[in-house]
């Protein structure tokens, strides 16, 4: 079935370690983002890439680092200068054409992370 | 620059209820979309409905409806003959042309059986 997996789906990290979130997509979209849920804030948006090699930042990239070397792999790295990096992270996809503003995003289930 | 309010944080109600999640937005552009997503407990959020600026019709899907009045620039979701099963998360969203997509707080709905 096509969709999108992240893993792991929980993951708990030592103050001052480097992890990374696996998104990966078999949907053939060309757009790919992650997002950070916290509880009541809604979802804001880290980074995002509409085609491999290129990527922008979003509202709270600080802290984090992305890659996009294939079209279906968008991995996400929550570094150590990341403050605040108990979170819910959503990863998610929408095709590009009419832009990646008029169409839905594809969700994964999330990867809960927790820095003990 | 773009905005979604959700105000309401938690409705509870007992099955067979109707229920109104409300969304309102604020935005500069003539030309815009408008999402509700749903978070069950799984995780993953669901699209439930796209609308573009120029399309004021509503719309009405089974049990779910849409109720869009640009006048009063809100989007409300209805839930007629509420379910356990619609207890989620549920959120409103906005893209402007050019712009990501911004998310509400979003709303915490619980039916009770």
């Known amino acids: 079935d096509g969709g999108i997996t992240q893993s792991p789906k929980y993951l708990f990290r030592k103050e001052g370690q480097n992890v990374t979130l696996s998104c990966e997509q078999n949907?053939?979209?060309?757009?790919m983002y992650w997002y950070r849920q916290d509880p009541g804030q809604g979802l804001r948006l880290i980074y995002y890439?509409?085609?491999?090699?290129?990527?922008q930042k979003g509202d709270i990239a600080e802290g984090y680092s992305v890659s996009r070397e294939k079209k279906e792999s968008f991995p996400l790295t929550v570094t150590s200068a990341q403050k605040n990096p108990t979170a819910f992270y959503l990863c998610?996809?929408?095709?590009?054409?009419?832009?990646?503003?008029?169409?839905?995003?594809?969700f994964g289930e999330g990867s809960r992370l927790t820095v003990l | 620059a773009q905005k979604v309010t959700q105000a309401q944080t938690e409705i509870s109600v007992v099955e067979k209820e109707d229920v109104t999640l409300d969304c309102v937005y604020e935005t500069r552009d003539t030309t815009y979309y408008l999402f509700w997503y749903k978070q069950p407990p799984s995780g993953e959020l669901v699209f439930l409905i796209r609308?573009?600026?120029?399309?004021?019709q509503n719309e009405i899907s089974g049990r779910y409806s849409w109720n869009f009045q640009k006048s009063t620039s809100s989007f409300n979701f209805t839930i007629t003959a509420s379910q356990v099963v619609d207890s989620a998360v549920y959120f409103c969203a906005l893209s402007e042309v050019g712009n990501d997509m911004r998310f509400g707080a979003g709303t915490r709905l619980t039916v009770k059986p």
């Open positions: 949907l053939n979209h060309d757009a």
């Open positions: 890439s509409q085609i491999v090699n290129d990527f």
């Open positions: 609308r573009n600026s120029f399309d004021e």
């Open positions: 998610a996809s929408s095709p590009v054409a009419g832009g990646p503003w008029t169409g839905e995003l594809f």
